[in-house]
Nanobody, 113 residues
Framework: QVQLVESGGGLVQPGGSLRLSCAAS????????MTWYRQAPGKQREMVAS???????NYLESVKGRFTISRDNGKNTVFLQMNSLKPEDTAVYYC???????WGQGTQVTVSS
């Protein structure tokens, strides 16, 4: 079955950086678009960044120029490089594969001084 395991979150000061990873299994990773979502307390889950199987990417307006999504099809892993982090980026971050319903457990990102 589809499994997604996110990692790399943590506590970081404003302006800092984190790199999230999502290890996928149970499907042919290279054939599917992958998306990072986040959910802050009391808010709806929102799309942060997506990458097609061909490598084209799309971003939430508020993270453009700060976040970069990438993928390594050989390692079945999608990444989210997050720079210039702001307190409003605080959330649990999840990855998801297109066409599948499965979610991982998420990884907590906290941006605070």
């Amino acid at each position: 079955q589809v499994q997604l395991v996110e990692s790399g979150g943590g506590l970081v000061q404003p302006g800092g950086s984190l790199r999230l990873s999502c290890a996928a299994s149970g499907f042919i990773f290279s054939r599917y678009s992958m998306t990072w979502y986040r959910q802050a307390p009391g808010k709806q889950r929102e799309m942060v960044a997506s990458i097609t199987y061909g490598g084209s990417s799309n971003y939430l307006e508020s993270v453009k120029g700060r976040f970069t999504i990438s993928r390594d099809n050989g390692k079945n892993t999608v990444f989210l490089q997050m720079n210039s982090l702001k307190p409003e980026d605080t959330a649990v971050y999840y990855c998801k594969a297109a066409a599948f319903l499965a979610w991982g457990q998420g990884t907590q990102v906290t941006v605070s001084s």
